[in-house]
């Protein structure tokens, strides 16, 4: 299944991974439901895939707060990354947006800087892209701690807007989710949506 991309001319593409590169969502959702399940906190599936984007410590606060428990959101959030770091050697590429990377750094002399904008972890983002093979194509990683304010706001974007030095409007955004495509919008980017995992089959 092609990409159809928007009219350009674009001067940077901007991914990002979780959903996007990495068809990891599944993945992780595995791990977040043993992760919280260990403390009887309940994710529905809708909601985790509504929320994609957002840091995982702040997903640990908001599901502990309406659920009534105290979960302390850092060790949840380690706990989840360490159960999706063994289900790591399952993953596999979204393969039309791996083909786009592909083509994109094939150019030669003509190659656009590409960065990731991740709300995952570092650590995280990092693996997923080394298992890939991916890693050594990005000029950048933003990944949670880059910024103050995780999408829907525009502030992860255009951090690595201005890491690339190229304006918001010259940036192409691939996303998967509509928090992500809501951040891209509000950074002046076009966006492409990627779809979700149900809907590829």
Known sequence: M??????GPFKAYLFDCDGTIADSMPLHYIAWKQAL???GCEF???IFYAWGGMPAAEIVATLSA?????LDPEEVAHRKELLYYELLPQLQAVPEVLEQIELNWNRNGSRLPMAVVSGST?????KSLELLGLLDKFSTLVCAGDYTRSKPDPEPFLTAAARLNVAPADCLVFEDTDMGIRAAIAAGMASVKILQPWERK
């Open 2 to 7: 092609n990409l159809q991309l928007p009219d």
């Open 37 to 39: 399940g260990e403390h």
């Open 44 to 46: 529905p599936e809708d």
């Open 66 to 70: 309406q659920q009534g428990l105290t």
């Open 122 to 126: 570092r650590e995280s983002v990092t």
